[in-house]
């Protein structure tokens, strides 16, 4: 009787298994946007900061997405002026391995620290009915119009010979050898000498 149940729990599990299986493997057909946000401040020579932000929406899944709709309003409009573009947008597919970007431009006059929000991606998948979303990177916190010290010859030597050092050493050993190898030595031609004698 045992043995019995527990072939029949067998038989009802691999069953249950089969039935899900299709399921579970159609369901890895899905679309999986991984999106980018990044973000440029430039001082200009009215005094403002220009930043220009772009977004850039890869579909690393096994399915196209569509009716693709990017939303970055994490702009406060206390702080920003839209120069150029547009906040949002949308796309009317996504192919596999495929990259859509988007690019504005911002200006603000107001000194601050700005925390930005994700931008948010939401698209379609054939086989489901509601909309599906994904966020971006968030930026770091944006120093807008922050006063930056000047470089001193200090910190400027310190950054060259962080970036050059070692380059700068490979070389100097390089001449070094040179110069020993093509130099003859004194004690050589001091021995060559008493040797004529």
Known sequence: MAKFITNSLLTLTTVVLLLIAPSVIDGSE????VAHKKATLNRLKSGADKLSVSIDIYNRGSASAYDV????????????????GNTSTSWERLDVGAVLSHSFELES????????????????????????????????????????????ALHLAKRMLGNYGSLVSVISIMILFVYMVATPSKSGSAKGSKKKR
Request: charged share 20%; proline share 9%.
């Open 30 to 33: 899905a679309p999986f946007i």
């Open 69 to 84: 709709s990017l939303t970055d309003d994490g702009w406060s409009p206390e702080i920003f002026k839209i120069i150029s």
């Open 109 to 152: 006059n107001v000194k601050t620290v700005f925390y930005s929000t994700p931008a948010v991606i939401t698209f379609r998948v054939p086989t489901k009915a509601a909309l599906q979303e994904a966020y971006s990177t968030s930026l770091l916190p944006l120093e807008i119009l922050s006063d930056k010290p000047k470089a001193s």
